[in-house]
């Protein structure tokens, strides 16, 4: 992912996400402090079909939605996926499958010991073939509220 590749990556956040709406600035900021784990998705036509944006955070700690980070904490041995979305035109090539594989691998290979996210749009699924588990923590329930009823934080252990 680009600067240049923001506008493209809002039009997308924006018809798949539009119950989580969050600023551009959110994700210039997570581009600005971890690059190697923003990645788009574009079809044989050039355009953006979708992206990943990701980055160092704290295992069981949520970053509060349309909020800027700031800094990546020192010492996080966890990898969080803020947002994987995929168009209806880029699923079943296993586009989503091979992204969420190598930002495994890069976050392994770098010493991090987990990936973790919160699940939304009936995604669990998904995430489960990934490897992922939900992880129940009543001190994550607030945050999780702020999403929906259904969203699930979910944790993924690299050293297995």
């Known amino acids: 992912m680009a600067p240049a590749d923001l ?3 809002m039009a997308i956040a924006a018809v798949l996400h539009p119950d989580y709406p969050e600023d551009q600035a959110v994700f210039a900021e997570r581009l600005c402090l971890a690059p190697e784990g923003c990645h788009v ?3 044989e036509d050039g355009a953006l079909q979708g992206y990943l944006v990701s980055h160092p955070w704290p295992a069981g700690a949520i970053p509060a939605l349309n909020s ?3 800094e990546i904490p020192r010492g ?3 990898w969080y996926v803020h947002d994987l979305a995929l168009l209806p035109s ?3 090539s296993g586009a989503a499958g091979a992204i969420v594989a190598e930002i495994a691998r890069h ?4 010493g991090y010991t987990s990936l ?4 939304v749009n009936d995604s669990t699924g998904f995430w489960r073939r990934q490897g992922f588990r939900e992880v129940h923590d009543p001190a994550l329930d607030r945050k999780l509220a702020s999403y929906d009823d259904a969203a699930r ?3 993924r252990d690299l050293n297995d």
Do not use: D, F, H
């Open 41 to 43: 998705l574009a079809g």
């Open 90 to 92: 880029g699923r079943g």
């Open 153 to 155: 934080y979910m944790r």
């Open 7 to 9: 506008p493209a990556v």
């Open 68 to 70: 800027l980070l700031g």
């Open 116 to 119: 973790a996210l919160v699940a």
């Open 76 to 78: 996080v041995a966890n």
């Open 107 to 110: 976050a392994a290979e770098r």
